[in-house]
């Protein structure tokens, strides 16, 4: 069965320090999305990319959040730099088409800790 | 200002039981409705969608409502197992947000045996 590739699976940074986290969609998918979940929340929209297009990053704190996906495939997502409060997951989703119509496919996420 | 609320608080049943989830909106206008599963330090993973136009969809012991009325969906699983625990998350897509799902917070359930 297709998997969204994440990694690092867990990463630990000293606060003030950069940090990046890479996601490889399912083949074909369109449609990539990173979200932010803090323990015990749902997760929340950060960026959607379509293709190598930028949908929507309204959520994206752009002073130090940063993400591109140049050729319409993998993406990366940067932080820089981090801060106490960007302990969280970091989750990759794609889906095959744009709009929830269909169901996303999450990967297992990144684990970060700020210290 | 748009709200999507789950109980907050573990929902615990016996085994064989049918667990019944609350997904409830206000200040929306959905065109969708999703409903994932969570396991710990997993992400989530897709179980049924709902349309605006559809009041209830089901897939195997699974069976979601959907009551724009109310601003609410229900969320059961019939005879359940212990399997079944996880937190699960409704998400919704609202007409005026390009479709871009937001989650609830999510419901963890425990099934006991």
């Known amino acids: 069965e297709a998997e969204v590739a994440q990694s690092p699976r867990y990463k630990i940074t000293e606060k003030s320090q950069a940090v990046a986290f890479w996601c490889d969609p399912i083949?074909?998918?369109?449609?990539l999305y990173w979200y932010r979940q803090i323990l015990g929340q749902g997760p929340e929209l950060l960026v959607q990319?379509?293709?190598?297009?930028?949908?929507?990053d309204s959520q994206l704190p752009k002073d130090r959040f940063s993400a591109e996906r140049l050729k319409g495939v993998d993406s990366t997502l940067k932080i820089q730099p981090a801060e106490l409060g960007d302990s969280a997951m970091y989750l990759c989703?794609?889906?095959?088409?744009?709009?929830?119509?269909?169901?996303?496919?999450f990967g297992s996420g990144t684990r970060l800790t700020v210290v | 200002s748009q709200k999507i609320e789950q109980n907050s608080e573990a929902l615990n049943i016996q085994e064989g039981k049918t667990a019944t989830l609350t997904c409830n909106y206000t200040?929306?206008?959905?065109?969708?409705l999703q409903w994932y599963r969570q396991d710990p330090g997993r992400g989530p993973v897709f179980l049924l969608l709902?349309?605006?136009?559809?009041k209830e969809k089901r897939k195997e012991r699974l069976k979601v409502t959907f009551d724009t009325t109310l601003k609410q969906s229900l969320f059961h699983i019939t005879a359940s197992q212990p399997a079944d625990s996880a937190t699960y998350l409704c998400?919704?897509?609202?007409?005026?947000?390009?479709?871009?799902?937001?989650f609830g917070g999510g419901t963890r359930l425990m099934v006991k045996p």
């Open positions: 989703a794609s889906s095959s088409g744009q709009g929830a119509d269909y169901g996303y496919t």
């Open positions: 083949s074909g998918h369109a449609t």
């Open positions: 990319f379509q293709d190598e297009s930028v949908v929507d």
């Open positions: 200040n929306y206008s959905p065109a969708y």
């Open positions: 709902i349309r605006e136009n559809e």
């Open positions: 998400a919704l897509a609202a007409n005026n947000a390009g479709n871009m799902l937001t």
